[in-house]
């Protein structure tokens, strides 16, 4: 049995699918996360039956790619629940009653109950299953009210009987409001208020500003406790004794211990000892890397990220930026897959699917790959630039964003095809469910071990391949020229671009025992993110532009990885670096 | 008088009388409540021909300015 769930975007399908699977699901409450839909299962008088959370759509004539899929699944249902945001009851029975022409069983889940009594709307559920002629129950998601009650009426929901012609749809529609639902005018709340604000001319901006400078500074935070507090302190007094006597027993040297523990580093007193950052060995960097450098980053970005989506400030920053994104060729919407990408850019990637044209999709993609750094990268980056600050920030993520605009300019002017305008809902703000938000931490912290951690271990491992073999020395001297007259890092460097292909955050950690300047670090960085991203964002690159286009999106990136890197470093030269 | 929604004053509201548009952008409007005889209260427009964010039944949406520009709506406005 397929029961679909369908509705609008931003009614809480998510969350009601949460509540009837107990599965693991994003909950997000703006257009676009739930594009791929998320299937569980849910216990019907001891038989399992499939749910799936179908993509949010407006009509069954689909406009975009996410719709069409929908109107495909709506083909395969045994029963649909039609999820209605109570608080927009007119906009939401389009679908619905285009669901009841179908001949589908249909069951309609009245949901953020709660938030339309606090507006004042009232809405009579028993008039409205006798207008629908199927059941109707008022839920509320986030405090799980009525959902029991959902499932213990699946079984009596109906097929639709309405029938009525394309032009007198609106004229039924609006027939069943106002025989069903009466609001009571109140004064705008502060919600409201604030909702108002936030995509004001001048206000807007501001607010969006400081959104994103509390948002930095809780990201830096959060993350560097947790390095300085709870990692690191794991890391050298519980590991490292036992990797020490770990390399004791191995005898200090030969394969095994190279590969588990890696190069043991010569101190001032002429010891040599374990450093997590250099040793690059599996057990010591390998581990060290992912759960003690990017991890914390990881953490805190997406509790960041997970809060202004669950609160509902995403679409607002979207409107905002419409103007700027438009001049590079995209979409106010597309802040979303380049926030994302922030995290890492495989999830960005496949964010810019929702991008309604190709034009879109190719320069929002390739931007992504370009210009946005991931977290793993940035965490790294943070650890080789912490010491100087703002001095080794700012040129880095000040070049990165100043290529971003121009890059995506230039794209435009070259690109054909037309970047449709934003059209777009604005869910009011809403207090986040935190089980949700707690929830949808989990899954992605838990995503980014299960993805990077296995990835890292095996950089490092080609890391000590590479080095052994001479691999690493060879194509240090056939990058020389490159590498030393174009971007005026040393040649062994190269080792840093080979293996970020496969992990940025293993490339940024092989570049700390080349004692680098500044002036370098900043170039290195700025190089390692721009060349070419990491091999798991090339694959749903392939999958998401064809080959073509990656194609067209791997020559601009060795264009701009040549001409920015070069005009960096001779930039910084003449300032004195 | 009818005048475009872009044009409309922060915080003045208008009823759609005519959308200009193919069926393609009226479909689209039509999913977010904004059709003729729909009340529609400007809430603020972003500078440099950014978006213009209205009303409509009580929820917040954004329109780009092209679009705002094809929805004709009714004002009261004295003479």
């Known amino acids: 049995m397929l029961v679909l769930l369908m509705g609008n975007p931003n009614v809480g399908k998510s969350a009601v699918f949460s509540r009837l699977t107990g599965a693991n699901v994003i909950a997000s409450n703006y257009p676009g996360t739930t594009v791929e839909f998320t299937e569980g299962k849910l216990k019907l008088d001891g038989k399992s039956a499939q749910v799936i959370d179908v993509p949010g759509t407006y009509s069954l004539e689909p406009s975009n790619p996410a719709e069409e899929v929908a109107v495909e699944m709506v083909a395969k249902a045994s029963v649909i629940v039609d999820v209605i945001d109570a608080t927009n009851l007119e906009r939401n029975l389009n679908l619905a009653v285009q669901l009841l022409q179908t001949g589908k069983p249909v069951l309609i889940a009245l949901n953020m109950w709660d938030d339309a009594t606090a507006r004042g709307i009232q809405i009579d559920v028993e008039k409205l299953e006798e207008k629908l002629a199927v059941p109707v129950v008022p839920t509320c ?14 079984a009596e929901a109906a097929p639709g009987r309405l029938n009525f012609e394309e032009g007198e749809k609106w004229h039924l529609i609006g027939d069943i409001v106002e025989g069903v639902q009466q609001v009571t005018h109140r004064h705008p709340t502060v919600g409201e208020k604030i909702s108002h604000a936030t995509v004001h001319p001048v206000w807007g901006p501001i607010l969006a500003l400081l959104v994103l400078f509390i948002s930095f500074e809780v990201v830096r935070f959060v993350g560097e406790g947790l390095i300085g507090y709870v990692f690191e302190p794991l890391f050298e007094t519980l590991w490292l004794p036992l990797m020490s006597r770990l390399s004791a027993f191995l005898g200090g040297g030969g394969i ?67 103007n700027v994104m438009h001049r590079l060729g995209l979409h106010g919407l597309s802040i979303v897959p380049m926030m994302l990408g922030l995290g890492c850019n495989v999830p960005g990637a496949l964010a810019s699917r929702v991008l309604e044209t190709r034009k879109e999709r190719f320069i929002a993609a390739t931007l992504l790959a ?59 703000y809403r207090m986040p469910y935190w089980k949700s938000l707690l929830k949808k931490l989990w899954m992605r912290v838990r995503w980014f071990i299960r993805e990077a951690v296995p990835y890292v271990l095996l950089g490092v491992f080609i890391v000590n391949l590479l080095h052994s073999l001479g691999i ?29 292909f496969l992990r940025k955050d293993v490339a940024v950690g092989m570049l700390a025992p080349l004692g680098l300047n500044l002036r370098q670090l900043i170039v290195a960085s700025v190089v390692l993110t721009v060349y070419f991203p990491c091999v798991a964002t090339f694959v749903v690159l392939f999958r998401e532009l064809g080959f073509r286009d990656l194609v067209k999106s791997a020559c601009i990136m060795v264009v701009v990885a040549f001409s920015v890197g070069g005009l960096l470093n001779y930039a910084l030269r003449a300032l004195g670096l | 008088m009818l005048i475009p929604v872009d044009r409309l004053r922060a915080g003045e509201s208008g009823v759609v009388r005519r959308i200009e548009g ?58």
Request: with cysteine; hydrophobic share 50%; proline share 6%.
């Open chain 1, 256 to 322: 095994l211990h190279d590969i588990l523990i890696g190069q043991l580093i010569k101190g001032e007193t002429g010891e040599f000892y374990i450093d997590f950052g250099q040793s690059f060995g599996l057990l010591t960097s390998g581990l060290f890397i992912p759960f003690a450098a990017v991890l914390p980053y990881i953490f805190a970005f997406y509790l960041v990220l997970s809060l202004l989506e669950d609160i509902g400030y995403l679409p607002r920053l979207g409107v905002l930026v419409d």
């Open chain 2, 22 to 79: 193919g069926r393609g952008i009226l479909r689209r409007l039509e999913a977010m409540g904004v059709r003729p005889g729909k009340v529609v209260a400007k809430v603020s427009t972003v500078f440099m021909g950014g978006p213009v964010t209205v009303v409509v039944d009580g929820r917040q949406m954004a329109m780009g300015r092209g679009i705002a520009g094809r929805v004709l709506v009714e004002v009261q406005r004295p003479e």
């Open chain 1, 141 to 154: 998601a986030l405090s799980g009210e009525g959902i029991l009650q959902l499932k213990e009426r699946l």
């Open chain 1, 370 to 428: 370009i210009c946005v750094p991931c977290m793993a990268q940035i965490a790294m980056v943070a650890g080789l630039l912490g010491r100087y600050g703002a001095a080794g920030f700012l040129p880095v993520f000040g070049t990165l964003f100043l290529l971003w605009i121009a890059l995506g300019a230039l794209m435009k002017r070259f690109t054909r095809g037309e970047t449709p305008e934003i059209l777009v809902d604005i869910p009011p």
């Open chain 1, 472 to 500: 690493i020395a060879l194509l240090a001297r056939v990058f020389r020229p490159v590498m030393t007259r174009v971007w005026g890092l040393p040649p062994e460097a190269v080792g840093a671009l080979l293996v970020g």
